[in-house]
């Protein structure tokens, strides 16, 4: 199934269909993260047999972004939190990066995460050969990849699953599927990495609710199913975060969602009352791009090499 989750500008929102509104989001099995970016079906980027790709900040299927190094340099991030740059470790240690998993339990999500993500894609656009298997846990969870891009963090592109995939796969997975893949933008380029933020979010506590109000806003993430207009079950999802930055109340996020849903007829209060609505948290981290290079190069000054290594040779 599909959904969407990530966008880049704040909808108008209202009872009936917005004018020029976008074509329906929520069939297929891609999905996308976030705010409010229009958004269609995934072509040519079919997910593979019982996987649900979503796109989780705004839209419902398909994404990119940067800045240019000169001359660009080879990613390699290995070892564990003790490697990290100060800017790194400092985004691992942040108690506040996971969006509403209990304070007292051990964060999943690492700084490492976001820097494998980043090996993923510099290696793609360079040609490198991909890196090898990272050495954080490989447990499987349902996961979205962000990219953002610029000082004001627009976002470039997200897309996630809620099917649980070993992490080592599906951040490898999803890391090119939203930087390439995501309908509503171009495939990204090797000038924007400089510029680039990576967001990995960890999906947990899955529950549904009998209340299509019944969630927090900024605490919990929301997908939505529901029977569109012609009589086709649709979805549609927001991450944790969506809501809070847009400043929308409940009655708006799930209006947005329908819509980025693809229902266009007017929304009542009577059909918000027939959405299936389970409600999510999520762990996420963020890095950009200097941070990453900031840790790769931490790590080869560690080990006592003044150069750059050849890619992700440091990976056991």
């Given at each position: 199934m599909a959904a969407g989750c990530c966008g880049v500008k704040k909808q108008k929102l209202s009872s009936s269909p917005p004018s020029g509104s976008a074509g329906p989001g929520g069939g297929g099995g891609s999905s996308h993260c976030g705010g409010a970016a229009a958004a269609g079906g995934e072509p040519g980027a079919l997910p593979p047999p019982g996987i649900a790709r979503l796109n989780g900040l705004g839209g419902l299927a398909g994404g990119a972004a940067g800045c240019v190094l000169s001359p660009p340099l080879p990613p390699s991030c290995g070892g564990g939190p003790g490697g990290l740059s100060p800017p790194a470790a400092s985004l691992l240690a942040s108690p506040g990066a996971g969006s509403g998993g209990p304070g007292c339990r051990k964060m999943v999500v690492s700084a490492e995460m976001c820097c494998f993500c980043f090996d993923v894609l510099y290696c793609h656009l360079y040609g490198y050969q991909p890196p090898r298997s990272p050495r954080f846990t490989n447990d499987p969870y349902p996961l979205f990849v962000t990219w953002k891009i610029?000082?004001?963090?627009?976002?470039?592109?997200?897309?996630?699953?809620?099917?649980?995939?070993?992490?080592?796969?599906?951040?490898?997975?999803?890391?090119?599927?939203?930087?390439?893949?995501?309908?509503?933008?171009?495939?990204?380029?090797?000038?924007?990495l400089p510029r680039l933020f990576c967001s990995v979010s960890l999906l947990t506590n899955f529950e549904d609710v009998c209340d299509y109000l019944d969630w927090e806003v900024g605490v919990h993430g929301i997908r939505i199913e529901f029977i569109n207009e012609k009589g086709s079950k649709r979805t549609a999802t927001y991450l944790p975060e969506v809501a809070k930055e847009q400043g929308w109340d409940h009655i708006q996020t799930i209006d947005s969602l329908l819509r980025k849903g693809g229902y266009k007829a007017p929304i009542t209060n009577e059909?918000?009352?027939?959405?299936?609505?389970?409600?999510?948290?999520?762990?996420?981290?963020?890095?950009?791009?200097?941070?990453?290079?900031?840790?790769?190069?931490?790590?080869?000054?560690?080990?006592?090499?003044?150069?750059?290594?050849?890619?992700y040779n440091h990976y056991s």
């Amino acid at each position: 199934m599909a959904a969407g989750c990530c966008g880049v500008k704040k909808q108008k929102l209202s009872s009936s269909p917005p004018s020029g509104s976008a074509g329906p989001g929520g069939g297929g099995g891609s999905s996308h993260c976030g705010g409010a970016a229009a958004a269609g079906g995934e072509p040519g980027a079919l997910p593979p047999p019982g996987i649900a790709r979503l796109n989780g900040l705004g839209g419902l299927a398909g994404g990119a972004a940067g800045c240019v190094l000169s001359p660009p340099l080879p990613p390699s991030c290995g070892g564990g939190p003790g490697g990290l740059s100060p800017p790194a470790a400092s985004l691992l240690a942040s108690p506040g990066a996971g969006s509403g998993g209990p304070g007292c339990r051990k964060m999943v999500v690492s700084a490492e995460m976001c820097c494998f993500c980043f090996d993923v894609l510099y290696c793609h656009l360079y040609g490198y050969q991909p890196p090898r298997s990272p050495r954080f846990t490989n447990d499987p969870y349902p996961l979205f990849v962000t990219w953002k891009i610029g000082r004001d963090k627009r976002l470039r592109g997200c897309i996630g699953t809620f099917s649980a995939m070993n992490l080592h796969s599906g951040l490898r997975e999803y890391t090119l599927t939203s930087a390439l893949k995501d309908s509503r933008f171009p495939p990204m380029t090797r000038d924007e990495l400089p510029r680039l933020f990576c967001s990995v979010s960890l999906l947990t506590n899955f529950e549904d609710v009998c209340d299509y109000l019944d969630w927090e806003v900024g605490v919990h993430g929301i997908r939505i199913e529901f029977i569109n207009e012609k009589g086709s079950k649709r979805t549609a999802t927001y991450l944790p975060e969506v809501a809070k930055e847009q400043g929308w109340d409940h009655i708006q996020t799930i209006d947005s969602l329908l819509r980025k849903g693809g229902y266009k007829a007017p929304i009542t209060n009577e059909f918000r009352k027939t959405i299936k609505l389970t409600r999510y948290r999520s762990e996420k981290m963020t890095m950009s791009y200097t941070e990453y290079l900031a840790h790769r190069q931490h790590h080869h000054f560690q080990n006592g090499i003044g150069h750059p290594l050849p890619p992700y040779n440091h990976y056991s």
